[in-house]
């Protein structure tokens, strides 16, 4: 005997004629007009996951043939469709007994209300928070966000980091605490007259939550800030800010990298080192006009160098705030001669050397000694101490200049 | 760290990191001179003690310690003379750090900067 799942709530059972003679028997068989008949049965039948491989086991039951495996499926409906119509296997189709799902409540179970309060009366929910080296973190604010997502309770972390309510209905619990964290630049580098954003993680205060932002030299977090500016929480529960470097802000820095601290109620974050950079802008061009896209290679005062090419006789090169043009470079045109006039200065004029040459040739120097190479090392150091004169920005000059000689 | 999540019935466990950074004024001195060390740290009370440890970039025996200070609004800011004479300076290197202390935390090393405590070569 073999039971097959039809469909709705069915139950199909194939069984041998001669069981079907037992007494007690009382299911009546199905009854096929014609083998065609029978093999349409079977063919719906079989159309169902599996039930092909219970039709085959059926047939191997009824059959005294080893070689079913090998049968295609036709054929095994074929011999079972003749073995029905022969009224030698007989099928019964009976109405399954209707199961409750199992979500619906029983008789004897006590009405929602009641297993709620039951459930609440049972259940607590509890957390541990220290610090990463195990000791207790007191006065910090919590929150916690009950499973519905709508309740919510708040306190303070005693000594000994505990946060715990009972009677509460089971789920998942969150645990937020009203501290910024994360504290993150918007872009990897600052860019002198263009917003950057200011971001902290405030997982625990509600979206407007207002916030502060204090922008620092990296060099003098403990002196007054370059910049406050004002925060908001967003709807992802982060601080956030904006802020403007303009060069007026910027002129008097003495390193080239900030932080800033987020502020929200008595917790702060503090975040990684930016490089703010200024872009130097290029006009390139011959006794034609602008010079067709060429490569260019600017070097400056602390070693950093650029490589970029030009677009349309126009280049941009972002470059660490407070260094200076040590020397610039054409490599599609070595041999030649270059001017830079730079704004506020007086034009010079290179030559382009090849970069097989053991040395680069004199450059059109009108002092040309030796000293102004020592000068220009001391001039770097000054630099990077705040002590640099009003004498700079000449300097930086002759040491571009002189870096090429 | 945005939150925990945890269910019932369970004990839930959290950590909460204290961070701390550190900064110099300054990235090349002259024996003699003045620097800014400063400490800065997030979830750590005001109060907690701090100790400052100065040593070669890359080990090496502790030349200097500050002890004795204190987080304040999340800062300690110590400004440090340079002034050697009878410490164990290192043989060659002129690469600096400092590290801190702040109650158990433990930073890692500062940004490094350079003084100047060789003798200049001067030409005859």
Redesign the interface.
Same mark, same amino acid.
């Given at each position: 005997m073999r039971h097959f799942r039809g469909d709705g709530w069915q139950k199909i059972e194939f069984l041998d004629r001669s069981k079907m003679l037992l007494p007690g028997h009382a299911a009546t068989p199905v009854k096929f007009h014609d083998r065609v008949d029978a093999a349409n049965f079977l063919r719906r039948l079989g159309a169902a996951t599996g039930a092909m491989t219970g039709l085959r086991e059926l047939l191997g039951e009824t059959s005294d043939s080893g070689a079913l495996a090998l049968s295609t499926d036709g054929e095994v409906i074929d011999r079972l469709a003749a073995q029905l119509y022969a009224r030698a296997l007989e099928v019964v189709i009976t109405a399954r007994p209707k199961v409750s799902p199992p979500q619906a409540r029983q008789e004897d179970e006590p009405p929602p209300k009641a297993k709620q309060q039951e459930e609440k009366a049972d259940q607590d929910v509890e957390f541990v928070i220290t610090d990463h080296l195990g000791d207790a973190l007191p006065d910090l604010e919590w929150v916690l966000v009950y499973p519905d997502g709508k309740t919510k309770k708040t306190g303070k972390l005693g000594e000994d980091g505990k946060v715990s309510q009972t009677s509460v209905p089971p789920g998942s619990y969150q645990l937020l605490f009203k501290i910024v964290s994360a504290a993150r630049w918007g872009d990897s580098r600052v860019q002198v007259d263009k917003e950057v954003k200011l971001l902290a993680t405030a997982a625990g205060f509600d979206p407007g939550a207002p916030g502060k932002f204090e922008i620092f030299e990296s060099s003098a977090v403990d002196k007054k800030p370059l910049a406050r500016v004002d925060g908001k929480v967003n709807a992802s529960r982060v601080l956030e800010g904006a802020w403007t470097p303009t060069k007026d802000a910027v002129k008097d820095l003495t390193t080239s990298t900030l932080v800033f601290q987020a502020r929200m109620a008595a917790s702060n974050a503090v975040s990684s080192p930016a490089e703010i950079v200024i872009k130097h802008s290029f006009e390139l061009e011959d006794d034609k006009g602008p010079l067709a896209d060429t490569t260019v290679v600017a070097r400056f005062s602390d070693g950093h160098e650029a490589t970029a090419t030009s677009k349309g006789g126009k280049l941009d090169i972002l470059v660490p705030l407070g260094q200076k043009l040590a020397w610039i470079d054409l490599p599609d045109h070595t041999g030649g001669h270059l001017t830079v006039e730079a704004e506020g200065d007086e034009a010079r004029e290179y030559l382009l050397w090849e970069s097989s040459d053991e040395s680069p040739p004199p450059a059109d120097d009108s002092d040309g000694d030796e000293s102004d190479e020592s000068d220009a090392e001391d001039e770097s150091d000054e630099d990077e101490d705040g002590e640099a004169d009003e004498d700079d920005e000449d300097d930086g000059a002759d040491e571009g200049e002189d870096a090429n000689a | 760290?945005?939150? *925990?999540?945890? !269910?019932? $019935?369970? !004990? $839930?466990?959290?950590?909460? !990191?204290?961070?701390t950074?550190l *900064?110099?004024?300054?990235?090349?001195?002259w024996h003699g001179d003045q620097i800014?060390l400063?400490v800065?740290t997030? $979830?750590v009370?005001d109060g907690t003690a701090v100790e400052i440890t100065i040593l070669p970039k890359g080990g090496g025996a502790v030349i200097d310690t500050v002890s004795g200070l204190s987080i304040k609004n999340?800062?300690v800011?110590h400004v440090y003379k340079i002034d050697w004479k009878g410490k164990p300076l290192p043989k060659t290197g002129h690469e600096f750090v400092f590290k801190a202390v702040i109650?158990?935390?433990k930073s890692d090393e500062s940004p490094s900067f350079l003084v100047d405590i060789t003798p200049p070569l001067l030409s005859a």
């Open positions: - | 760290m945005t939150g *925990f999540l945890g !269910p019932h $019935n369970v !004990p $839930n466990k959290g950590k909460i !990191p204290k961070v950074l *900064f110099r004024s300054r990235s090349r001195c800014s400063m800065v997030e $979830n009370p999340h800062l800011a109650g158990k935390l």
